[in-house]
């Protein structure tokens, strides 16, 4: 059960269509305006959950931006289920922007939010989106942890999912939020394939939350 937050609002929830996927969703409880909505995509858990550190990162994602949070694992499929992992994200993406309102949230304001693994996927999604012209992302946050070398199969999708856009592939923005020494390295590879990208230190989150309500902001309908 999560703990109980005087500012927040938590409910777990499983979503209709999606590929019935378990989420949780955070809602600002003193918030004086629709705030924008986050999809935020963990780093898979090898309990096919969330992360403390990332449900903590989600909860202050809530507070600093004041945004409608909605964390959702990348979860393998179901049995007898054709659908990947990213599949079913793209599912649960598609679905959030279609009832964003519904949820209390702008739909004009889609932040798309990553860690590790995650953030990786949000990379390939934002592409998509940015091909089908739908969903309207107005900004990505990728977050990288760890001050050494990432996990093999972390390091791998990121390299992956960056390397294979197309030069000049122009995606949502991104803000990159990442522990000492890895910043630089992840920004000059969006950068190299032409995503526009904001470079902050994980440990200094209230400059993230600021970069994000500036660019969330300009983004209102």
């Not at 703990?3 to 378990?22: H, K, N, T, Y």
């Not at 798309?112 to 900004?139: N, Q």
């Not at 760890?146 to 999912?161: E, H, I, Q």
Request: glycine share 8%; hydrophobic share 45%; charged share 25%.
């Amino acid at each position: 059960m999560p703990e109980i937050d005087a500012l927040q609002r938590v409910a777990d929830l499983r979503l209709r269509g999606a590929s019935a996927m378990p989420v949780r969703v955070r809602w600002p409880t003193r918030a004086r305006t629709v705030g924008p909505l986050a999809v935020f995509l963990p780093d898979p858990d090898p309990r096919n959950g969330v992360d403390r550190a990332d449900d903590e990162l989600c909860r202050r994602l809530c507070a600093g931006v004041g945004a409608v949070v909605l964390c959702a694992p990348l979860r393998s499929a179901r049995l007898g289920s054709a659908d990947s992992p990213l599949e079913r994200a793209a599912s649960v993406l598609e679905w959030s922007a279609e009832h964003a309102a519904e949820l209390g949230a702008d739909p004009n304001r889609l932040l798309l939010a990553g860690s590790g693994a995650g953030a990786a996927a949000a990379v390939v999604l934002a592409l998509r989106a940015r091909d089908r012209g739908w969903p309207r992302i107005a900004r990505q946050l990728l977050v990288l942890r760890g001050g050494g070398a990432c996990p093999d199969d972390t390091c791998a999708a990121a390299r992956s999912a960056i390397d294979e856009l197309p030069t000049r592939a122009a995606a949502a923005p991104a803000i990159v939020a990442a522990s000492e020494g890895r910043c630089r390295p992840a920004a000059e590879r969006l950068r190299a394939r032409g995503i526009d990208v904001d470079e902050h230190p994980l440990e200094e989150l209230e400059s993230v939350w600021r970069a994000l309500r500036r660019a969330l902001g300009e983004n209102a309908a």
